[in-house]
């Protein structure tokens, strides 16, 4: 059965329409790419998940729940984790205040957070707006784990970060997915990463899901046609 799940779903900015048809399934300990170029619509599904966008048509269900019926406040309560385009963290407040801030009781603590990001540990008394681009993003995964979610929807958590810190990000969403099982949703432009840890991938275009299926075949022809590569 899907832990998530979304069919045909509709979405408006205003008066213009950014979703059309989106359609997508996410399984218990499965990690799903939502892939698509540039303005077709990803981080408007996420936003749609998480409730920041009104949805206009179509079914949202998580875990049975039924999404467009929930206060937007309550999806971390059902098990929803989001690290957002732009990792979101406060910049005031230091690492482990940041950590400690959006703890929900579960498996996912400080010491766990710090085993997978040991960069944090050292860091852990000074302010977030201290911290590099890299560590921001790792202290925004931090924040999400610590909700204990059930599925983590990563929106281009590499971006803009070079390339010794993606692969400190890329190796810990492996282990997210091969040592906690983690169901994840994830969003990056990286085809080759995707690739490696992907089992299902969904294409956008123009805000309809034009393709899905196994993330292996997305090398036949898909990415071609759809992403332009
Ligand atoms: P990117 O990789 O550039 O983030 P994306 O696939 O995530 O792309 P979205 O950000 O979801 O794309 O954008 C989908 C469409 O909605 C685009 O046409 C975009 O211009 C439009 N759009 C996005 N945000 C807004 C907004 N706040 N107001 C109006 N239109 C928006």
């Known amino acids: 059965m899907s832990l998530l799940s979304l069919t045909n779903v509709s979405a408006f900015y205003g008066p213009s329409q950014a979703l059309f048809k989106v359609s997508l399934r996410v399984a218990e300990g499965q990690v799903v790419a939502l892939m698509g170029r540039n303005g077709m619509g990803k981080t408007t599904t996420v936003k749609t998940i998480f409730r920041m966008l009104p949805v206009a048509g179509g079914e949202l269900l998580f875990d049975g729940h039924d999404l467009r019926r929930l206060a937007s406040h309550r999806a971390a309560k059902l098990g929803l984790g989001l690290v957002p385009e732009g990792r979101r963290c406060?910049?005031?407040?230091?690492?482990?205040e940041n950590l400690i801030a959006a703890a929900r009781p579960g498996h996912w603590d400080f010491k766990r957070v710090a085993q997978l990001f040991p960069r944090l540990e050292e860091r852990r008394s000074q302010s977030a707006a201290s911290l590099s681009g890299g560590e921001q993003q790792m202290l925004a995964i931090g924040r999400a784990l610590m909700t204990n979610p059930r599925l983590l929807v990563l929106d281009e958590a590499t971006e803009g970060l070079a390339p010794i810190v993606r692969q400190?990000?890329?190796?810990?969403?492996?282990?997210l997915k091969h040592e906690s099982g983690l169901a994840i949703l994830v969003i990056d432009k990286s085809l080759?990463?995707?690739?490696?840890i992907a089992d299902e991938a969904v294409v956008l275009q123009r805000g309809e899901t034009v393709w899905h299926g196994p993330m292996a075949d997305v090398g036949n022809g898909v990415a071609e046609q759809y992403l332009g590569v």
Do not use: D, M, S, Y
């Open 168 to 175: 400190e990000i890329w190796k810990a969403i492996g282990t």
């Open 192 to 196: 080759k990463e995707l690739a490696r």
């Open 90 to 96: 406060f910049p005031n407040l230091t690492v482990e």
